[in-house]
């Protein structure tokens, strides 16, 4: 599927959930710009990802919406909306046995990036305590050109880092240097950002490393300077939910980062995180309005 924008954003995505998405062109993508097959097979790591551990009672259950590797477990439903301009696209499972629903919608705002938006439901009889991993995998650093990309995959995580600002929990994925041959000064100086607001965090990761660890229901570390690996950004969480309830958060990523514009995100975090949610969602529809009642020049 190809999802719209008023902008210059672009995603393309599978059902599956496998995607790839950036901005203008794929020389600023998000995640590895590939062919659909690959997009379609490599839905488990890249892209959206969640763990949930659920208490009801005296039980716990692990549940890891949207992935095979639980398959025939729990009883699901599963949902995939669109909306009519083609610029929202919403997944959903539905646990039956657990009395929950997660959902996720990607959404761009020109102004702040790319938007991911999730929703868990309780509509079960009963209150449930929930602890969660949330993100997105497989991110790309500023300056990974479909090139580098399909010649130096594997040279090309070596040169990955990954950072977190503690305090506001902003992740910054960037190159230690620019691939090159040549015997000069090859620095990176731009980078991809990704930042959450409506979650209180327990910690942040900035690899899939720990995910195993986490289904498991052993503890995890915050990470805060990641040199190596593939970049990811996931949000550990906990929360309660009583009957009819739901939470919401939004992960928001942009590309093509420079430090003033760093700067700026992380002093408006600081700041005024509750003002930064109005004016995303306020950004998206004012982006929807665009395509929907913009005539053609």
Not at 161 to 184: C, H, I, K, V
Request: net charge negative.
């Amino acid at each position: 599927m190809n999802i719209v924008s008023s902008s210059d954003h672009w995603m393309f995505t599978s059902s599956t959930g496998g995607l790839t998405a950036g901005r203008k062109d794929a020389q600023s993508a998000l995640f590895p710009y590939t062919t659909d097959d690959r997009v379609t097979e490599n839905r488990d790591n890249t892209g959206n990802v969640a763990v949930l551990r659920v208490t009801r009672g005296e039980r716990t259950y692990l549940w890891e919406p949207f992935s095979a590797k639980y398959k025939g477990i729990y009883a699901i439903e599963r949902n995939l909306y669109k909306n009519v301009c083609g610029n929202k696209l919403l997944f959903e499972e539905i646990n039956r046995e657990l009395g929950l629903t997660y959902r996720y919608a990607w959404r761009s705002s020109d102004r702040y990036g790319l938007v991911k938006t999730t929703w868990v439901i309780n509509h079960g009889t009963a209150a449930c305590a929930v602890v969660l991993l949330d993100g997105l995998q497989n991110l790309l650093p500023y300056g990974t050109t479909t090139a580098v990309q399909t010649t130096f995959s594997n040279l090309l995580n070596a040169y990955k880092r990954s950072e977190l600002e503690a305090q506001t929990g902003l992740g910054m994925f960037t190159l230690s240097s620019t691939l090159t041959d040549l015997a000069e000064p090859s620095e990176s100086l731009m980078a991809t950002t990704v930042w959450q607001i409506g979650l209180t965090p327990t910690a942040h990761l900035l690899s899939a490393r720990q995910v195993v660890d986490f289904e498991r229901g052993l503890p995890i570390t915050q990470e805060t300077d990641v040199r190596g690996y593939r970049g990811a950004y996931l949000v550990a969480a906990e929360f309660d939910l009583a009957p009819g309830a739901e939470q919401v958060w939004h992960l928001v990523a942009e590309v093509n980062q420079d430090s003033r514009k760093v700067a700026a995100l992380i002093n408006a975090l600081k700041r005024r995180p509750a003002e930064l949610q109005a004016e995303v969602e306020a950004d998206i529809e004012r982006c929807t309005d665009c395509l929907l009642y913009t005539s053609p020049s």
